[in-house]
């Protein structure tokens, strides 16, 4: 069974500093990996898809890498800003499965 | 462009009361459709999906089912609430299954 970690479960960071989170799969065997943002009370917003054969994606400031052999993927975010404050959930999927969720990281970006 | 709706937003409701929630997709044809729960401090917890009208997959046994009308219409009910039903619940798309996942602004369900 299909088992998603995210480290750490919080982070807090100064305006301007570049930051990774982190995303942990245990069953290697992925067909993509998604990651979202959620501001509270709110529901999920896409950020970034990457597929299997991918080894990262990216938009903007945000990049994401995928290591299916270590069962890792990172979300990278440059330069952070307060409205980055929110959180962070990754999500894998095997081909022909539904996604399974971490439980996230709960970012807050200070001015 | 696509769209997703949730309604309602927030719904108090007591013990043994039942629940209807609504979800409707604009701007695409036969997406498949999600329900999930997420309960306070806890991860997201996938309760059914539809690839089609009238096609509803159950994820795990609970109080709850789904139903699915029309092509962008997916419904979310029970007959009688429990306290344990108390969570966000939010909705959401995809082209195929497992595909990207858009997902609705969500309804706050309080059983009390």
């Known amino acids: 069974k299909q088992e998603v970690t995210q480290i750490p479960a919080a982070l807090s960071v100064p305006e301007g500093e570049n930051l990774v989170l982190n995303c942990s799969f245990t069953?290697?065997?992925?067909?993509?990996l998604q990651w979202f943002r959620q501001d509270p009370g709110k529901g999920l917003t896409s950020l970034l898809l990457i597929q299997s054969s991918q080894r990262e994606q990216t938009s903007g400031r945000l990049n994401a890498s995928l290591d299916k052999s270590s069962g890792r993927s990172t979300l990278y975010i440059a330069a952070s800003q307060p409205g980055d404050s929110a959180t962070y959930l990754c999500?894998?999927?095997?081909?022909?499965?539904?996604?399974?969720f971490g439980p996230g990281t709960r970012l807050s970006v200070l001015p | 462009s696509q769209t997703i709706h949730q309604w309602p937003a927030t719904l108090v409701q007591p013990v043994g009361s039942p629940l209807s929630l609504e979800c409707t997709v604009e701007g695409t044809s036969n997406p498949n459709l999600y329900w999930y729960r997420q309960a306070a401090g806890r991860g997201l917890q996938l309760l059914f999906y539809s690839v089609g009208i009238g096609q509803i997959s159950s994820e795990v046994p609970q109080n709850l089912s789904a139903s699915r009308p029309q092509d962008r219409q997916f419904i979310l009910s029970s007959k009688k609430l429990l306290l344990s039903d108390s969570g966000f619940y939010l909705c959401?798309?995809?082209?195929?299954?497992?595909?990207?996942?858009?997902f609705g602004p969500g309804t706050r369900l309080t059983v009390t």
């Open positions: 999500a894998v999927r095997r081909y022909g499965q539904n996604f399974v």
């Open positions: 959401a798309w995809s082209e195929e299954r497992g595909s990207e996942q858009y």
């Open positions: 069953d290697s065997a992925i067909y993509n």
